[in-house]
């Protein structure tokens, strides 16, 4: 079963931009549709983006299309979120999650494997 390790999480002001890492091991990221969810305090998690396993296809939650980018580099066995115009909204720590099921679903209890987690701070 595949590991996930996100990084790059962080405090940055609005406006500005982060880029988190979703490293695998153990299987591919490209066998899996791969997503970034996230949880702000007392709030339920919600997918943010995610990308199809064999055609690459992707899709966003409303409030982050236009300003994040998900991305999935099968040499490094890595998925990336590359975050643009950071709102104090995006507050939430950010979670990693592999779907072995066919085609993306937005319900977290549909992935499979999930990493620990990297915290995202936008000051405003």
């Known amino acids: 079963q595949v590991q996930l390790v996100e990084s790059g999480g962080g405090l940055v002001q609005a406006g500005g931009s982060l880029t988190l890492s979703c490293a695998a091991s153990r299987a591919s990221v490209s066998s899996y549709v791969m997503a970034w969810f996230r949880q702000a305090p007392g709030k339920e998690r919600e997918i943010v983006a995610a990308i199809g396993r064999s055609d690459s296809s992707t899709k966003y939650t409303n409030s982050v299309k236009g300003r994040f980018t998900i991305s999935r580099d099968n040499a490094k066995n890595t998925v990336y979120l590359q975050m643009n115009s950071l709102k104090p909204e995006d507050t939430a720590v950010y979670y990693c999650?592999?779907?072995?099921?066919?085609?993306?679903?937005?319900?977290?209890?549909?992935?499979?494997?999930w990493g620990q987690g990297t915290q995202v701070t936008v000051s405003s």
């Open positions: 999650a592999a779907r072995n099921g066919p085609g993306i679903t937005a319900l977290y209890a549909n992935y499979d494997y």
